[in-house]
């Protein structure tokens, strides 16, 4: 019967240093890529697994995050936090980091049940996701002194989300809306509507400033292209005809959620349209969205957390941008 590999034998095998060996599952990042290449492809033919009690008892380290699952928003585009998650929980363990996802009733909650598993040493840091107007999560975790990183800037807590004292990533949704407004224009559309849920500070706003500012800079009347509906299916049929009736050829939506609801209207009429987020639901209907880069975004998150754990000072914060994707034509003629 084979032995069960240790870190001795498989340094010896390898002719490297136990140290090396040490270093390519705790800190990837200091081991030379082709030694690092070695040494992990010996730890996968070899099945070599560290004694995670006794590595946490050395390093007191858990090499374990935790994340809050949110509750679904916005129907169909609830799926940007699945993948969110799927990839983080993807880059995490190939730093040989597990990941523990739980829910929580609010944010109170979720604050007090990272503490309790920090404190009992269960998991070395947090990622928070689903920011919003005056979030008091981040003010929390940095009095409890929990290394984090949060997916979403700090909306309105200070007066430069840049100033901030903690690491954040977050998407650019303005210049999102911005690209599809102009794509938009270069089709040669003039009255572009825009379809939203409620316009408050935070994603909302954000990605509704995109539409006005381009809307603004290139001298086009905006009044009454703006419409603020629920998502469901009727009322945004109704917000979209009003858009439409009121000299419309195309809209931009906040999100694919709201984008599905005036497909059949814009449909019937010929309208333009453009959706945000890049959803699956997007993919199969052959819709323009605007996607999302939620892969990147789940990578530079944990290796911003990585950063932080390493290094309570380490502060970063990274816009990234997010790309339209064209699936219709966008002439002011009939596309449909």
């Given at each position: 019967m084979a032995h069960r590999p240790t870190?001795?034998?498989?340094?010896?095998?390898?002719?490297?240093?136990?140290?090396?060996?040490?270093?390519?599952?705790?800190?990837?990042?200091?081991?030379?890529?082709?030694?690092?290449?070695?040494?992990?492809?010996?730890?996968?033919?070899?099945?070599?697994?560290?004694?995670?009690?006794?590595?946490?008892?050395?390093?007191?380290?858990?090499?374990?995050?935790?994340?809050?699952?949110?509750?679904?928003?916005?129907?169909i585009s609830g799926h940007i936090l699945n993948h969110f998650n799927h990839q983080l929980?993807?880059?995490?363990?190939?730093?040989?980091y597990r990941m523990i996802t739980f829910v929580a009733r609010d944010n109170g909650d979720e604050v007090a049940s990272y503490a309790e598993m920090f404190n009992d040493g269960d998991i070395d840091g947090?990622?928070?996701?689903?920011?919003?107007?005056?979030?008091?999560?981040?003010?929390?975790?940095?009095?409890?002194?929990?290394?984090?990183?949060?997916?979403?800037?700090?909306?309105?807590?200070?007066?430069d989300g840049q100033q901030a004292p903690f690491s954040w990533v977050d998407v650019d949704c303005a210049a999102g809306t911005s690209e599809a407004t102009r794509a938009l224009m270069d089709a040669g559309h003039r009255r572009i509507g825009y379809l939203s849920w409620p316009i408050v500070p935070g994603i909302g706003k954000d990605r509704y400033e995109g539409w006005a500012a381009t809307m603004e800079d290139a001298g086009l009347d905006v009044s009454g292209l703006v419409?603020?509906?629920?998502?469901?299916?009727?009322?945004?049929?109704?917000?979209?005809?009003?858009?439409?009736?009121?000299?419309?050829?195309?809209?931009?939506?906040?999100?694919?959620?709201?984008?599905?609801?005036?497909?059949?209207?814009?449909?019937?009429?010929?309208?333009?349209?453009?959706?945000?987020d890049g959803t699956p639901v997007a993919r199969a209907l052959a819709m323009n969205s605007v996607e999302q880069p939620v892969g990147d975004v789940a990578i530079t998150a944990f290796h911003m957390l990585f950063d932080v754990m390493q290094d309570r000072t380490a502060v970063r914060h990274t816009l990234l941008t997010p790309q339209l994707v064209l699936r219709n034509r966008l002439d002011v003629e009939p596309v449909f």
């Open positions: 870190l001795v034998s498989l340094a010896k095998d390898l002719g490297v240093s136990r140290q090396t060996v040490s270093n390519a599952i705790n800190r990837p990042e200091v081991v030379a890529p082709e030694t690092l290449e070695r040494v992990l492809a010996a730890i996968e033919q070899t099945n070599y697994r560290p004694m995670r009690a006794a590595r946490q008892l050395r390093t007191k380290n858990s090499r374990t995050i935790a994340v809050r699952i949110m509750p679904e928003y916005d129907g929980a993807q880059t995490a363990g190939e730093f040989q947090v990622i928070l996701s689903s920011t919003t107007l005056g979030d008091e999560r981040p003010a929390r975790l940095l009095e409890l002194g929990i290394p984090f990183v949060s997916f979403g800037r700090p909306w309105g807590t200070y007066d419409e603020i509906s629920e998502d469901h299916a009727l009322g945004l049929a109704t917000s979209a005809r009003l858009l439409i009736d009121r000299g419309a050829t195309a809209i931009v939506c906040a999100s694919d959620s709201l984008a599905l609801g005036a497909l059949p209207v814009c449909q019937a009429s010929g309208a333009a349209l453009i959706g945000f």
